[in-house]
């Protein structure tokens, strides 16, 4: 599964860009905060690190420090597209093409590898 929300994967796709980044993760109406898709603040958390650091989240200690900004931007602890960002924040700052080399070894070997 990809979101293609990692910067390269963004670049390609400037409808999809645009339309995750319109989202306002600073509305304050509880309701309207909750309903921001978890995809929409991934791709601006991540979009505001990448300016304020110059790359994506490598180390642990950065990608800890990425998943505490996104815990910052909930307004509430138990909100349910927040916990999802955290979940899925890996597609964020992960390399895109390493999700090819991570295929499943049944299904290689259907395609007659090994």
Avoid at 79 to 89: F, G, H, I, R, S
């Amino acid at each position: 599964m990809s979101l293609f929300i990692h910067p390269s994967e963004l670049a390609l796709f400037p409808e999809y860009r645009s339309f995750l980044m319109d989202f306002d993760l600073q509305v304050k109406d509880s309701e309207q905060h909750a309903h921001v898709p978890f995809v929409a603040i991934l791709a601006q958390a991540i979009e505001e690190w990448v300016k304020s650091h110059g790359c994506v989240p490598s180390k642990p200690d950065e990608v800890q420090a990425f998943k505490k900004r996104i815990r910052n931007l909930a307004l509430d602890a138990g909100e349910t597209n927040y916990k999802e960002a955290l979940q899925y924040a890996f597609h964020a700052y992960r390399d895109p093409r390493q999700r090819v080399l991570c295929l499943n070894p049944l299904f290689v070997i259907q395609l007659g590898g090994f």
